[in-house]
């Protein structure tokens, strides 16, 4: 690994500071105090998450005669994921979408290669990118359908006329540390990015309020105690189009965003206020595997 890329993955670790919990206005003997820092530290939960997004079936690194030789592909990714596990007990893995399409390897296995991939990884969640759909809806669930521990998320793409309702959910819960963490997903609109015959009986809705409706679910009846958004809908426009800065500071009760479509390289997450004036961090990790976004919780 080149010393440009640790520096590049160096860069990309940051550390939020959850909401500290409340501590009693006195301890009564040294004792007491002693045992409330005790309580106080196994209640915390220490949560690295590390997220993908782009892979655009990259299984190998980039050729020789690419600017980025030898780096990228999942091997690479592997490697560092292991490494990170192996010094972090509570790992969250999270991709955000167009796993496929991009070298022969999706040509010649229609994505099977990535997805077993993920599975082996133990990826706790991804969504749905625009060029997931490259060889159809249909196709997608026939994928879904052969590789069962890909956990496919969307709140905001409205799939009950498809086959796709079998296997995508609005939301998932993970048990972690004591804690319950909460993951869901958005969707970009189809318009001018996937051919209306690829995705028949699919429909889009609006991101933040179908997005807003399930992180409120999440934070008041499923009692999660951190919100994670996976999103394919770009970092950022000079538009009115909707992209991750945009529904992070519409929304609330959200803990980062991380995001893919635009292949966004990032130096660190950046902090967005959000509808109740509450900071979130919204990340993304270029693209191919060229680097693995992280970022350190306390909760």
């Avoid at 105090?33 to 590390?50: E, F, H, I, T, Y």
């Avoid at 999660?224 to 958004?229: K, L, N, R, T, W």
Wanted: hydrophobic share 40%; charged share 20%.
């Amino acid at each position: 690994m080149s010393l440009n890329r640790k520096r590049f993955l160096h860069q990309m670790a940051i550390i939020a500071a959850g909401a500290a919990l409340p501590m009693n206005a006195m301890a009564k003997t040294l004792q007491s105090a002693s045992d409330s820092s005790k309580n106080k530290a196994q209640d915390r939960l220490d949560l690295l998450v590390l997220h993908t997004n782009d892979l655009h079936s990259r299984i190998e690194p980039f050729p020789a005669n690419h600017p980025m030789a030898g780096k990228g592909g999942i091997a690479n990714l592997a490697t560092l994921i292991q490494q990170h596990r192996k010094l972090h007990p509570h790992v969250l893995l999270l991709d955000c979408g167009d796993v496929f399409q991009g070298t022969p390897y999706f040509n010649l296995f229609g994505g099977a290669v990535e997805y077993q991939w993920m599975q082996n990884m133990g990826y706790h969640a991804t969504t749905m990118g625009n060029h997931d759909f490259d060889n159809g809806i249909e196709h997608l669930a026939n994928m879904l359908e052969k590789n069962p521990g890909v956990g496919m998320l969307n709140c905001n793409y409205d799939l009950s006329k498809t086959r796709l309702k079998e296997f995508v959910k609005p939301y998932r819960l993970v048990k972690m540390g004591g804690k319950t963490i909460g993951i869901t997903a958005v969707g970009i609109s189809p318009e001018n990015l996937i051919l209306d015959r690829m995705i028949p009986g699919l429909g889009y809705q609006d991101p933040v309020t179908t997005l807003q409706k399930t992180v409120d679910y999440l934070r008041t009846d499923a009692h999660c105690d951190a919100v994670f958004v996976i999103s394919h809908l770009g970092y950022s426009y000079d538009t009115d189009k909707i992209d991750d800065l945009k529904l992070a500071a519409q929304s609330h009760g959200i803990t980062a965003i991380m995001g893919g479509h635009t292949h966004t390289f990032l130096e660190k997450a950046t902090e967005v206020t959000n509808a109740k004036g509450q900071t979130v961090l919204v990340n993304q990790a270029g693209w191919g595997g060229l680097m693995l976004g992280q970022l350190r919780f306390s909760i």
